[in-house]
Nanobody, 126 residues
Framework: VQLQASGGGTVQAGGSLGLSCAGS????????MGWIRQTPGKERELVAA????????HYVDSVKGRFTISRDNAKSTLYLQMNSLKPEDTAVYYC????????????????????WGQGTLVTVSS
């Protein structure tokens, strides 16, 4: 599967931004998906993950209550809605996928994912 992330930009602290990740080249519903972010000098951090249907979701503690991961398999698209953004959310955000059609499985480590999009930069100004 090929992934194309979009929607990044610059926003003031407290604002909102929505990211999209379009998939192609494979049945999108066969993949568990995640959003991973990286800041220069820091390790990659999984922000949010979901299973093949989007019915099971996981968030890193720092974004719980502010970010929402969702997907539309009919449109082969993964989303990340980010609200109440903070300067520490500034990073390049990547969408990623791993083949899995089993029930509620999702993946919480960046190294678990096999397919990656190109990344989109989110900058939150204070």
């Amino acid at each position: 599967v090929q992934l194309q992330a979009s929607g990044g930009g610059t926003v003031q602290a407290g604002g909102s931004l929505g990211l999209s990740c379009a998939g192609s080249g494979g049945p999108f519903s066969n993949y568990a998906m995640g959003w991973i972010r990286q800041t220069p000098g820091k390790e990659r951090e999984l922000v949010a993950a979901c299973n093949w249907s989007g019915g099971t979701r996981h968030y890193v503690d720092s974004v719980k209550g502010r970010f929402t991961i969702s997907r539309d398999n009919a449109k082969s698209t993964l989303y990340l809605q980010m609200n109440s953004l903070k300067p520490e959310d500034t990073a390049v955000y990547y969408c990623a996928a791993r083949w899995n059609t089993e029930g509620t499985w999702y993946y919480t480590e960046p190294d678990d994912y096999d397919y990656w999009g190109q990344g989109t930069l989110v900058t939150v100004s204070s």
